[in-house]
């Protein structure tokens, strides 16, 4: 068992009987189907949803690398959640940041990210996991700063995605998040692309009152939204 997945189990809220960690990242979707996390993991390891999927994925964090200040303003030893974290290159940058004595968690849903996250970026106290950003696997409070990027509008649930983000920050912790703006160019143009091929469901772009008010609702008082374009950057604090 890789050490930084090691020190991860205590923060599931459910820890497996038998972990698996074949691929170097712990699996907790697995092959099966059923579940809400199940079914989505299966659309998402379909071949045209998967090629897709990573391909944007991949793009997206060589694009992104430039976190904003309040993201990487991290204590040594810190706890961090990177979700939707595709080749993990963000991940490694915050394993840097923290430290060796701190922890940063990179969770994705495509087993082909993970396993180029894993051979690129692993270290001790880095690590991957397989998860469903929906449903995320942690236990309430469990980390110091959360970042997702170019993820959330590319689930089937954003607004619940929002919330977990929030529930699983401890009080006091920051949110990063990167989001597709609604109305903007970028919006529009993956709208008709999807029309006209018919080969993926649009992003869900969201609006700033739309991200404060679920926020606020989960106990994030402190939301702050900068538009670049047909992004939308989100920074936030939970509340102590």
């Known amino acids: 068992m890789p050490n930084a997945l090691h020190e991860a189990l205590p923060l599931l809220a459910e820890v497996p009987d038998s972990p698996d960690f074949r691929n170097g990242y712990l699996d907790l979707l697995g092959e099966n189907a059923g579940s809400p996390a199940e079914t989505n993991a299966a659309l998402w390891s379909s071949q045209t949803v998967s090629t897709l999927y990573d391909y944007g994925q991949s793009l997206a964090r060589k694009i992104m690398t430039t976190l904003p200040a309040s993201a990487t303003r991290l204590p040594d030893g810190a706890r961090v959640l990177d979700v939707g974290c595709g080749p993990g290159n963000i991940t490694g940058m915050l394993g840097r940041v923290v430290g ?18 894993v051979r690129a970026e692993g270290a001790p106290h880095v690590g991957f996991l397989r998860a469903d950003a929906c449903q995320l696997p942690f236990q309430d409070n469990s980390f110091d700063a959360v970042v997702s990027i170019a993820t959330v509008h590319n689930t089937p649930e954003p607004l619940t995605v929002l919330g977990e983000l929030a529930r699983v920050l401890a009080p006091g912790a920051h949110l990063t998040v990167l989001v597709l703006a609604a109305g903007g160019l970028l919006d529009h143009g993956l709208g008709l692309a999807g029309d006209l091929t018919g080969l993926f469901s649009k992003p869900t772009a969201l609006h700033p009152e739309q991200i404060a008010q679920v926020l ?25």
């Open 100 to 117: 060796p004595e701190g922890l940063v968690l990179g969770l994705d849903i495509s087993a082909v990210m993970l396993e180029r996250a």
């Open 216 to 240: 606020h609702a989960s106990g994030v008082p402190t939301v702050h939204t900068h538009r670049t374009g047909s992004l939308l950057w989100v920074s936030a604090i939970k509340e102590q």
